[in-house]
């Protein structure tokens, strides 16, 4: 698939469509929701988070990996320790760190998409400010509506304050730096967590606006992977391929609830939800990682990495 232009500004910089599809079968077909869910994590989240592995290995990347072998061997061994004692022994405690990771990566990937568009500092200085001001507020009504049980009988009075701001925000952003694309960056790192104002589970407030996150990031993936010249028409099929399968036996995993309600296995219960444990440990990974796969303050990941961007 070639990036254009309209693919580039649907699915990168601006992929409002993928919530609007997802919130429209969620709410149009509730009794299949579990089937929803699946789909929505074999075909986007579980791809996106195993596309970094497929990065991570990149020939060029591994003379650095094996240089510094702390940051890129040793701590993501520690991480899946970690993960796998954190998920059995202080349960509560992990979803929380979880949670935290969670919002920082995604956080962190919108800020660094309006600075891939957007060359005024000042600009940039700007949407920086109101994606981590608003993120910040979404993970504290997370912890409250989904851990402590706040604002359940108050959702259109939070969600009237929510828009509100967001509505003053962008009036101000747009009599500032004038109404482009990058308006519509800026909003789409903004929205990912918003669902956490209005829907009813968990799960939907995580996936739903997230949804464009997976885009986003799926779009770079692929753009770059086509862009770098290792035979990159072999390599692309074979990244394809790879995140497909990934994304379906994560996804299986992730949904082992599901799963286990419609499969005629016979299986241990107990050891077949804790499948769920294999997917949470990818996504660990691809926090940490990522979050060096991706430093354009390193000249290596400038050279392998972002001039495929850009060119």
């Known amino acids: 698939m070639v990036i254009t232009k309209k693919i580039d500004f649907l699915f990168i910089r601006f992929p409002i469509i993928l919530p609007v599809i997802y919130s429209f079968f969620i709410y149009s077909f509730p009794s299949y929701e579990n089937l929803i869910i699946f789909f929505t994590l074999m075909l986007l989240a579980e791809p996106h988070f195993g596309a970094t592995l497929p990065f991570f290995f990149y020939s060029k990347n591994l003379p650095k990996i094996l240089t510094e072998k702390i940051k890129f061997i040793f701590i993501p061994i520690l991480i899946i320790f970690f993960t796998t004692f954190g998920y059995f022994y202080f349960y509560q405690f992990f979803l929380l760190i979880f ?3 969670n919002f920082y990566h995604v956080t962190r990937q919108s800020y660094g998409v309006c600075k891939l568009y957007n060359k005024n500092i000042d600009e940039t ?19 409250l509506r989904f851990g402590l049980g706040y604002f359940e009988n108050n959702l259109l009075y939070l969600n ?16 500032k730096f004038n109404f482009t694309k990058n308006y519509f960056t800026m909003i789409t790192g903004i929205l990912i ?17 997230v949804t464009m996150h997976y885009s986003q990031y799926l779009i770079l993936t692929h753009k770059i992977t086509l862009k770098r010249k290792n035979k990159y028409q072999k390599y692309n099929f074979n990244f394809l391929i790879f995140i497909f399968v990934y994304g379906l036996l994560m996804a299986l995993a992730s949904s082992s609830a599901f799963v286990l309600e419609t499969s005629v296995l016979f299986l241990n219960e107990k050891l077949f939800k804790n499948l ?5 440990i990818g996504q660990m990974l691809h926090f940490y990682i990522d979050s060096n796969l991706w430093k354009f303050s390193d000249k290596h990941h400038r050279d392998v990495t972002l001039k495929h961007i850009v060119s």
């Open 99 to 101: 949670l935290g990771a």
């Open 125 to 143: 200085n700007v949407q920086e400010f109101f994606i981590y001001l608003f993120n910040i507020i979404f993970f504290i009504i997370a912890l």
């Open 160 to 175: 009237t304050v929510i828009l509100l701001l967001i509505f003053f925000m962008s009036t101000w952003y747009v009599k």
């Open 193 to 209: 967590f918003y669902p956490i104002c209005f829907v009813d589970k968990p799960i939907h407030a995580i996936i739903m606006g």
């Open 276 to 280: 769920i444990l294999i997917p949470l």
